[in-house]
């Protein structure tokens, strides 16, 4: 097990029961998925406008590949060991919240499954969108259609469970506060909450935030303009882009939370000169944000922008992230905390 302890080993500190809805099911459950520009994107989330399709879920799955490799083939906090040690069957509990096609639990690389990693737990596994194909899951994981960001869409979870993962679901969420006041809620005491994001802007090779005005007129560094289009698309749909930049401050002012562990991950999506990963993390990163380009057009067009503008986008885009030696960065804001037993008169 100690070979996939996670690189949370370093602490930082950063700069800076009731279903909730009847008509949502289990797994498999088909689906309102509608096509927009090509894609096919979920009709059920108000806010959440990436694709749910084949395409994204295969982009996701390299994504999270790509994550693990960026963090030493580590993929989960040191501290869920100790929250997850129990001989009998169904004790703990694990929910991942907004899973995607559940790439943190069963990916092609079985290895890193939760599900299997950890034989005895029970894993729960939430998305606006059903997971393709059921038949590979391990016995011990269910999934579950849901609105994370529904004020009720938790509560027949609350008191349940020991991990709760989430990462990448901002684009969804309106108040990303309130899901931490949820997941507060859901997990046991001691239990651990692990929350990955971005904060939708891009940064220099210093890490100084590289600003792009929407309106100003087409030019470098275009994977920056990209960014700041999906930025102001999706908050122009309600989601909490800036979730990513308050996280150390919510988690860390929570009274509910102890043993709070910091750290950024700075993901070169125009990779430049960066060097600081395996060479093999490279090809994916661009296999990456070529779809990511992708995935993001729909919203865009919808948001208003003309297909000649998000072609000149892409097609800088692509030509910064192979010939660039000047890189932009992302970075990803993660964060794990363990929730207190008892807090002041009140547990949690
Ligand atoms: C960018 S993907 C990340 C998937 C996965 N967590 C990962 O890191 O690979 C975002 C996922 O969150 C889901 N999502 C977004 N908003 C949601 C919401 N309000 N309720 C449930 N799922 C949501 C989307 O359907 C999508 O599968």
């Not at 070979?3 to 949502?24: N, Q």
């Not at 599900?115 to 029970?122: K, M």
């Not at 792009?212 to 999906?230: D, E, I, K, N």
């Not at 003309?306 to 000047?326: C, F, G, K, P, W």
Request: aromatic fraction near 10%; glycine fraction near 8%.
């Amino acid at each position: 097990m100690s070979s996939f302890a996670s690189s949370y080993d370093d602490r930082l500190e950063p700069e800076s029961s009731r279903p909730s809805s009847p008509t949502l099911s289990g797994a498999g459950t088909e689906i309102d998925l509608r096509e927009q520009y090509g894609r096919r994107v979920t009709a059920l989330g108000r806010t959440y406008g990436l694709p749910g399709d084949s395409e994204e879920w295969y982009r996701l799955d390299r994504q999270h590949r790509m994550f693990i490799e960026m963090q030493g083939g580590k993929w989960y906090p040191p501290a869920m060991e100790r929250v997850m040690k129990s001989n009998i069957q169904g004790e703990k509990r694990v929910l991942d919240l907004g899973c995607g096609n559940g790439a943190w639990y069963v990916l092609i690389d079985r290895a890193r499954d939760v599900g299997l990693h950890f034989p005895l737990c029970d894993v729960l596994a939430i998305d606006l969108i059903p997971i393709k194909d059921t038949r590979y899951l391990p016995s011990n994981v269910k999934s579950e259609v849901d609105d994370i960001d529904r004020e009720d869409g938790l509560s027949h979870l609350y008191g349940q469970f020991d991990v709760v993962h989430c990462r990448l679901v901002a684009s969804g969420v309106r108040d990303y506060y309130e899901l931490i006041e949820r997941i507060v809620r859901i997990l046991r005491p001691g239990g651990i909450m692990e929350l990955q994001e971005f904060d939708f802007r891009i940064y220099d090779r210093d890490h100084r935030e590289i600003e792009v005005s929407v309106y100003s007129p087409l030019g470098p560094p275009y994977w920056a303009r990209f960014m700041a289009h999906m930025n102001q698309a999706i908050q122009k749909k309600g989601g909490d882009v800036d979730a990513a930049r308050h996280l150390w401050k919510w988690v860390t002012s929570h009274e509910a939370f102890e043993d709070i562990t910091y750290r950024d991950v700075w993901v070169p999506c125009i990779p430049g000169d960066d060097s600081r990963y395996a060479a093999e993390v490279y090809p994916i990163l661009r296999e990456n944000i070529t779809a990511f380009l992708k995935s993001g057009r729909p919203m865009l067009l919808a948001n208003g922008m003309s297909e000649a503008v998000y072609d000149t986008i892409e097609q800088n885009t692509l030509r910064e992230m192979h010939e660039s030696n000047e890189p932009q960065y992302t970075r990803l804001q993660c964060i794990y905390a363990t929730k207190r037993h008892v807090v002041g008169e009140d547990s949690f």
